[in-house]
């Protein structure tokens, strides 16, 4: 790949075409970067308007995204694959930036943040807040905000550069989960032949969040479950302390209504403990309105209930016995 021009192909999977899939084609048609095409695989067959872009259509039926990546994949006839949320749009120099990594053999794989767009709902704006949030995102903030380049170990698919080759050997492997797909693949990508993974800032989408509450809070559940049950079958990646900080949180929580009625050093401590909690969290709040339009008060739920939800579905994970779609 060192001596020819790299070429592309983005995928992007989704049931149906909706207003968001053109943003993101919007987005694509302003790349500086030009040598790539486009897959756009839905459940049923459809085409929309596309003039300058090379785009091809697929229907795959009612089959999960991680599989329609990989039918697109397989399809195309690319050197990298591009992976992307339909409720995602890219920057400019989206591609341009991702592809310059790729010039270096280790490289295996690059990613990026995706920001909450300014056109989101103060809803979903309060999400973004919520993610972005270092007592929520512990020191996986880089996923939601622009920050220094780094080498990483787990890039979420919604904004996911993969040498095809390496895509197609281990994708099989990895579309019996989902969510958490795009943690198995990635581990098993770095691994075959110790390549990195490249986080660059400029390799930057913006994707659409779930409104706060029910919409943010399923998704949240799907990923703590996943997480939980990788914690147990892929430890390199998933079994970081980090993970399992919520799932303490809520056995602190039960502990607080079990023994305050009846422990006198608990009566003294609890107070402290929750004026340390909710001074956390209002700074929390408070700064998340320097990067998104959101209401403090809504963030600062959203982050408590967040704690609790992620800390439950995380338990539930671990004593799973399988875990499928």
């Keep these: 790949m060192k001596n020819h021009r790299v070429v592309v192909s983005v995928i992007i999977p989704l049931k149906r075409t909706n207003e968001y899939l053109a943003e993101c084609l919007d987005g694509l048609r302003r790349q500086t970067f030009r040598d790539f095409d486009v897959y756009v695989i839905t459940d049923e067959p459809e085409e929309v308007p596309c003039d300058r872009l090379r785009i091809h259509f697929l229907a795959s039926g009612a089959v999960p995204p991680n599989v329609k990546r990989m039918i ?28 310059e990594h790729f010039k270096k053999e280790k490289i295996v794989a690059v990613g990026g943040p995706g920001i909450t767009p300014p056109s989101d709902s103060p809803s979903q704006q309060a999400s973004g807040a919520v993610y972005a949030s270092p007592i929520v995102a512990g020191g996986y903030t ?12 787990d890039v979420p698919s919604c904004n996911l550069f993969v040498r095809r080759e390496l895509f197609l050997r281990h994708v099989p492997a990895c579309i019996q989960y989902w969510p958490g797909e795009d943690t198995k693949l990635c581990l098993l990508i770095t691994d075959d032949g110790r390549g990195e993974i490249v986080y660059d800032p400029l390799v930057q989408v913006f994707h659409h969040r779930r409104k706060l509450f029910w919409g943010h809070f399923r ?12 914690s147990k079958r892929y430890p390199e990646t998933s079994r970081k302390p980090a993970y399992f900080v919520p799932s303490l949180f809520v056995l602190c929580n039960l502990a607080l209504l079990v023994l305050w009625p009846s422990t006198v050093a608990m009566r003294s401590l609890a107070p402290f403990l929750v004026l340390v909690y909710a001074c956390a969290i209002a700074l929390a709040s408070v700064t998340s309105v320097r990067s998104h339009r959101a209401n403090p008060l809504l963030v600062a739920a959203g982050i408590y209930l967040t704690h609790l939800t992620y800390g439950i579905g995380f338990i539930v994970g671990l004593i799973r016995p399988k875990l499928e779609h």
Aim: hydrophobic share 40%.
């Design 72 to 99: 697109a994949a397989r399809e195309s006839k690319a050197d990298v694959v591009a992976l992307i949320d339909d409720d995602a749009y890219p920057e400019p120099r989206w591609i341009e930036s991702a592809i």
């Design 142 to 153: 880089y996923r939601y905000l622009p920050q220094p380049k780094r080498f990483v170990k």
């Design 219 to 230: 998704q949240v559940w799907n990923y703590a479950v996943h997480r939980g049950f990788f």
